[in-house]
């Protein structure tokens, strides 16, 4: 076999065995749940996804500026995997890692074809794949948008090596590579406009390693051109949809010395953890102003490195587009425009990385010189350290417990952690401890409206409406346009007898945002208790049009469908509701009393008992059954049952009045 085929085949098992090693390395995602953090807006809580793929939602995904982010592609993934898998997390977590092992077998194959260096290109793929830093690229399921987009980045550059391969062939497949550059890219930007910075890094690779330099700077500026304009009308999208979803920070909020002072100290964060992947966490709170002698040793620190590989880029060309690579492509997320609360980002380094870890493989190899065997046991100690660290980094995504745990450990002053935690515990039913956790939080940040929101929604649960309220219009102070506390807000109004006031919010919250399942739901719980069946029932309608699975809002339209005479249609819906939560002994109930009104009394019978083995401690089941029961003939089980009643809610008039009927009718 000739050496080019012994080469081929080497190649081919090596992009064999990186692909099995970043699935093992990355399996244990399977096992994570979905998080609090931006797994809601993407997939748990968003109905458009739940609904999977279809003509509408295919409209929305090209139509919406939901999360902040215009990224069709990115949607309509999410949408495929709920087809494929549900909204059980394993199947989408699974979705990710295989995309992440596809960009690493790509990144090699990419480099090697540039380069030729066959284990080089294996070890900075393999050390990209692999890192610790990569974990909240691949195991957090809302990320999809980073695995997604690098994937057709890295078409987009093969394609592109190819056009320049074939640059002296004036044909059309020369054209093809090009016009294929250019989709990939465009279905990248449609992924997530980080993207934008493409054209940049293929003018660094025209430097090095594909030596186009001699054709003139000039001409290979023009031949990106159709890259720019699209990379700049990608820019402007991105900034209208992120500032209409409120994400851009205002110049009061991070003023622009603290942007500029962040971005020079996050360039050398970046790096410290690329070396030394030690305390990372899903977000790294803003602290503003960073003491300024910090601030001067990183500017000094990336003045010296860049002077370095400018004064080297004759003798080390890649030494130069590594380090440019790397800076130009953190570039967009660096803070400067500051979208979001976080100073920096485990995820923002997922392309970017390459650039460092391309200047470490190259400038080591040429380094040791002949002492291959001094490169093998350093790569093969890095690339083991990366087996072990990044398994355990992945454990802490196991749940949002776990993930903001660990983040407030390995943090300071990370309000949102606390918040999120707070907020995973009052979705359990753990209001108490969930209290405790939006103090801390509010304590740090007292102007976090999220805090505020969630507080209220806690006191609420607890049955301190008052309190509650005033936590709710803290947060509405602070943001007007937080819909989520308008909705909640309308809840603690009604309970406090607010009806009209209730009812102004949930339209206030509709008005933010036409397609809040639950402002819809509790718009039209608060006209049914006004008699206004018909408006309600069409409220319940919108309510689970915009989210399917909404099963309170199934329920409740159940109930006004009854209160209508709509029987069959009040059991279609009460039948939906336990498709999907068998355990629900209210829902068992209400089924139980639209099937005795149709007359069907055994079957009625049945469900007011399983809502009585669900929960024994529920007069109302008792009563029904026993009054099925007496219609039945059955009268001492009904008079058992009326009793049973009364012992556990000793002023229920209907059981009384029904106990004594039963005892004087002969």
């Known amino acids: 076999m000739s050496s080019a085929g012994k080469d081929k085949d080497l190649a081919a098992l090596v992009c064999v065995a990186l692909a099995a090693v970043i699935l093992v390395v990355f399996w244990g995602t399977r096992q994570c749940q979905f998080v609090n953090y931006d797994d809601p807006a993407y997939i748990t809580a968003n109905g458009e996804v739940q609904r999977g793929l279809s003509a ?3 409209r929305w995904a090209f139509q919406s500026g939901a999360a902040s982010n215009w990224h ?3 949607w309509l993934s999410h949408m495929a995997d ?9 199947g989408h977590h699974l979705t990710n890692v295989l995309l992440h092992a596809i960009n690493g077998v790509l990144l090699f194959l990419i480099l090697r074809g540039m380069t030729g260096a066959l284990w080089r290109s294996a070890c900075v793929a393999a050390l990209f794949a692999l890192h610790p830093l990569r974990v909240e690229s691949v195991a957090w399921v809302s990320e999809r948008k980073d695995v997604l987009s690098t994937l057709f980045w890295m078409l987009s550059v093969w394609a592109y090596v190819r056009y320049a391969e074939n640059l002296e062939v004036r044909n059309s497949r020369r054209k093809t590579f090009y016009g294929l550059s250019l989709v990939f890219f465009v279905f990248g930007l449609m992924s997530k406009p980080m993207l934008i910075t493409l054209p940049f890094v293929l003018l660094l690779l025209d430097y090095w390693p594909l030596g186009r330099l001699p054709r003139g700077a000039a001409a290979l500026v023009k031949e990106k051109i159709p890259f720019f304009v699209l990379g700049a009308a990608s820019s402007v999208v991105t900034i209208l949809v992120q500032r209409h979803g409120g994400a851009i920070s205002s110049l009061t909020s991070v003023p622009v010395g603290a942007r500029v002072g962040n971005a020079f100290i996050s360039y050398v964060r970046y790096m410290a953890k690329t070396f030394w992947p030690a305390r990372l966490s899903p977000l790294y709170p803003h602290p503003g102003y960073w003491p300024w002698w910090q601030v001067a040793g990183a500017v000094i620190l990336l003045a010296a490195i860049t002077t370095w590989v ?3 880029a004759r003798a080390q060309p890649y030494l130069a587009v590594g380090w440019f690579w790397f800076a130009g492509m953190l570039a967009p997320t660096i803070g400067l425009v500051q979208v979001g609360i976080q100073s920096m980002a485990d995820r923002y380094s997922y392309l970017a990385s390459v650039g460092l870890l391309i200047m470490l493989t190259w400038g080591a190899a040429e380094w040791m010189g002949t002492h291959r065997w001094v490169l093998g046991t350093a790569a093969a100690l890095a690339l083991g350290a990366c087996v072990i660290l990044t398994p355990r980094q992945v454990a802490y995504w196991r749940s949002s417990e776990t993930l903001f745990l660990h983040a407030v450990e390995v943090t300071d002053r990370n309000y949102l952690a606390y918040n999120n935690l707070g907020y995973d515990l009052s979705n359990r039913g753990e209001m108490e401890r969930a ?3 939006f103090q801390k939080s509010l304590e740090i940040n007292s102007n976090y409206d999220e805090a505020h929101n969630n507080l209220g929604y806690t006191l609420a649960a607890l049955g301190r409406n008052q309190e509650a309220t005033n936590e709710y219009i803290k947060a509405l102070t602070l943001n007007p346009s937080l819909t989520e506390a308008h ?3 309308g809840v603690a109004l009604g309970h406090l007898g607010f009806s009209d006031a209730g009812m102004h919010e949930f339209q206030v919250a509709l008005a933010e945002n036409p397609r809040h399942a639950g402002a819809h739901n509790n718009l039209g719980v608060a006209l ?15 309510s689970v049009a915009w989210q399917e699975n909404y099963l309170s809002a199934h329920s409740d339209l159940g109930n006004a469908l009854a209160m209508k005479g709509d029987l069959q249609g009040a059991i279609r819906e009460y039948e939906f509701c336990l498709k999907i939560d068998a355990k629900d002994p209210q829902v068992h109930n209400n089924l139980g009393n639209a099937l005795a009104q149709q007359g069907r009394l055994d079957e009625a019978a049945a469900q007011y008992r399983v809502a009585l083995n669900l929960r024994a401690e529920n007069p109302e089941a008792h009563f029904n059954l026993g009054y099925c029961l007496a219609k039945q003939g059955r009268r001492t ?3 058992e049952q009326y009793i049973l009643a009364l012992r556990q809610r000793p002023d229920y008039p209907q059981a009384r009045l029904q106990l004594e009927a039963l005892k004087k009718t002969p």
Do not use: C, H, K, W
Request: aromatic share 8%; charged share 20%; proline share 5%.
């Open 637 to 639: 089980e009904a008079e």
């Open 56 to 58: 509408a939602s295919v």
């Open 310 to 312: 400018i004064g080297r």
């Open 528 to 542: 049914a208790m006004r008699g206004q069946l018909d408006e309600a029932i069409a409220q319940f309608r919108l």
């Open 487 to 489: 909705n909640n807000l």
């Open 82 to 90: 709920v087809d494929l898998y549900g909204v059980a997390p394993a």
């Open 72 to 74: 069709p592609l990115t």
């Open 435 to 437: 209290m405790v956790y």
